[in-house]
């Protein structure tokens, strides 16, 4: 559909995939396309988007992959009709803590790209090291032990930079880099994040770090607003050498809508952008995902993805080693409240085609048994309930080895039981139980109790609205369960674009940079161009009354259960 006013892009560089949208100033959407790494850039030998090393649990790609998909995506929207001429603002998402090893000769590639040759071809030689590693990688458990003890204890981590230490994040991963590959260490001119490589190559030249993303690398002072220089030295290999790493790293502008400059000359020349398009900054996909609608303070957003993650902008800033405080990508004074889980979809893909018993990849069989199997598998009351977990990867939350692990538990007792460890049709409606319990267990500090709009009785502690987003969105067995486990005053709503909902938060945020007005926030332009009645649908009711307490019972099963299986394995957390 043609619109005669400008036109806005994002992008959401994930693990599978690279989707492009662009909607217009009112926000509608006008084109979409998307490239599938696997299917369409096999030649990189990668597996659901990654490369992998099991024997040190690493998890990595080749960031040329990612050059290849952006011409490709460009290409795909040039084909259904895009006139790049009205493009005039580009921004977009990076997954979070992948990071990207530049050498010095990249921003003279950069300058010196010739329009008529692909990407790829032509910035080979600007890496120091060709694979950028992935945020499922979990190589970095010395460097994590490291990074929680240097300000004295994980909690105190958690208060300086948001989090803990994790696998992922980009200070331990550096470290291990610099000790894994010295030279190309030596070599490495500049660092970015994946949404930071996202805005360079689109820039012509490397672009800053965004002020959101920075807060996912464990070196971010948040409250200080600038590098930690402890933790920045841990990961450069000490005091004298931090200095070195910072400048690696380059500056963090705090404005998140702030244009960086005009899109290089490569793409206005070889797609016709408008070459007044201004790249605005870049963030991390999970940030970019809560931007996708004027989300409230009691509204969660629950992104079902490759990875799972919960989402709640907040301005209380309250963090904990279980979980993850960020920066908001364009509000000072608000926080991204996240929590991240390595198994989301393929995990209940695996328990799918257990149960279709092919591979098919058809949902049918699954949401019917889901949704005909009672609540924790409990044909009475009484009965024990039905508790697992299923971690195909090593999960982070809680820090898990991969298995399958499950138990009964007795919820007038508190007793756990043994459980054979066998597969049973009931996994496709446990699987989804445990992933919800898991986001109840450790959101229930950030919700509040609120009154049922139509009794006006005052209800339990549970989110106002939970938005579902990403590509499992789409399964109404999964809804279902997600509003008996979680509840939600108002209901289950679903994003018209749900499953682009970070790449349509990453243009509204390009829209955002070039058209606010002095002093306007995110929040109030969108707010004010916001049409909820054609961007969201209400896809299940919210609260359930019974249901909902009975899952606060196995709430208490599920923490003692994962308590249990830590134990086991030597661990509290
Ligand atoms: N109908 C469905 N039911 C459940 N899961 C689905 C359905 N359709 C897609 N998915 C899941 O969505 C995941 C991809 O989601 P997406 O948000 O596109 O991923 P990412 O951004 O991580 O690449 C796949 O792993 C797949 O399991
Ligand atoms: O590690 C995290 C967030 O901490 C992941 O959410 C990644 O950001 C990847 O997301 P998807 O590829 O699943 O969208």
């Given at each position: 559909m043609a619109s005669n006013g400008p036109l806005y892009m994002g992008f959401d560089l994930s693990t599978q995939q690279l989707k492009g949208i662009v909607v217009d100033s009112d926000l509608k959407l006008v084109h979409e396309a998307k490239v599938d790494f696997d299917a369409d850039l096999s030649k990189y030998g990668i597996k659901k988007g990654v490369l992998t090393n099991p024997a040190e649990g690493e998890v990595f790609a080749p960031p040329a992959m990612w050059l290849d998909a952006i011409n490709l995506v460009l290409d795909r929207l040039s084909e259904a009709g895009l006139d790049f001429g009205k493009v005039m603002g580009v921004s977009g998402a990076g997954m979070q803590h992948g990071t990207v090893f530049w050498n010095k000769d990249v921003e003279t590639l950069m300058v010196n790209?010739?329009?008529?040759?692909?990407l790829s071809e032509q910035l080979k030689g600007a890496f120091a090291h060709d694979m950028s590693p992935n945020w499922q990688d979990s190589s970095t458990q010395k460097q994590c032990d490291a990074f929680d003890a240097e300000l004295g204890s994980p909690e105190q981590l958690a208060q300086v930079t948001?989090?803990?230490?994790?696998?992922?994040?980009?200070g331990p991963q550096i470290m291990r880099y610099r000790t894994k590959y010295p030279d190309h260490y030596e070599s490495t001119a500049h660092i970015t994040l994946v949404s930071s490589f996202l805005a360079s190559v689109f820039l012509g030249k490397i672009a800053p770090t965004d002020i959101s993303d920075v807060t996912g690398m464990n070196l971010w002072d948040i409250h200080g607003g600038r590098w930690n220089d402890h933790l920045v030295a841990l990961a450069a290999g000490g005091k004298d050498k931090a200095d070195e790493l910072k400048s690696k790293l380059g500056h963090v502008p705090e404005d998140g809508g702030g244009g960086f400059g005009m899109i290089s000359n490569y793409f206005a020349t070889r797609y016709g952008f408008n070459p007044g398009c201004v790249v605005i900054p870049n963030t991390g996909d999970n940030p970019a995902t809560i931007l996708a609608l004027p989300l409230r303070a009691s509204d969660a957003m629950v992104s079902l993805g490759t990875s799972t993650t919960f989402l709640m902008s907040t301005p209380e800033y309250k963090p904990d080693p279980a979980y993850h405080f960020m920066n908001h990508p364009c509000t000072k004074g608000l926080y991204m409240f996240m929590l991240c889980y390595k198994n989301g979809g393929l995990a209940r893909e695996q328990i799918r085609d257990q149960i279709n018993g092919d591979k098919s990849n058809s949902w049918d069989k699954f949401n019917e048994v889901a949704m005909s199997t009672p609540p924790v598998s409990q044909k009475k009351d009484s009965d024990d309930m039905r508790l697992g977990l299923f971690f195909p990867l090593h999960e982070t939350v809680p820090n898990l080895s991969a298995g399958q692990y499950r138990m009964s538990f007795n919820s007038q007792s508190n007793a756990l039981s043994k459980l054979s460890n066998d597969f049973l049709s009931d996994d496709a409606r446990s699987i989804i139980e445990s992933q919800m319990l898991s986001l109840r267990l450790r959101s229930q500090k950030l919700v509040h109790s609120e009154k049922d709009p139509k009794t006006g009785e005052t209800l339990p502690p549970q989110p106002r609205r939970v938005y579902l987003v990403g590509g499992g969105s789409a399964n109404p067995a999964i809804a279902n369960i997600c509003a008996e486990v979680l509840g939600s005053v108002e209901g289950i709503y679903k994003l018209d674009i749900g499953g682009n909902a970070c790449a349509l938060g990453a243009a509204y945020k390009a829209v955002w940079g070039c058209e606010r007005k002095d002093g306007e926030t995110f929040e109030d332009l969108i707010g004010k161009r916001w049409d909820e009645d054609k961007f969201v649908q209400k896809i299940a009711d919210g609260y359930r009354e019974g249901t909902f307490e009975k899952y606060g019972e196995a709430v208490r099963g599920f923490e003692m259960m994962e308590k249990e299986f830590l134990k086991r394995e030597g661990r509290t957390r």
């Open positions: 790209l010739d329009a008529g040759k692909p948001g989090s803990a230490a994790h696998h992922r994040f980009s």
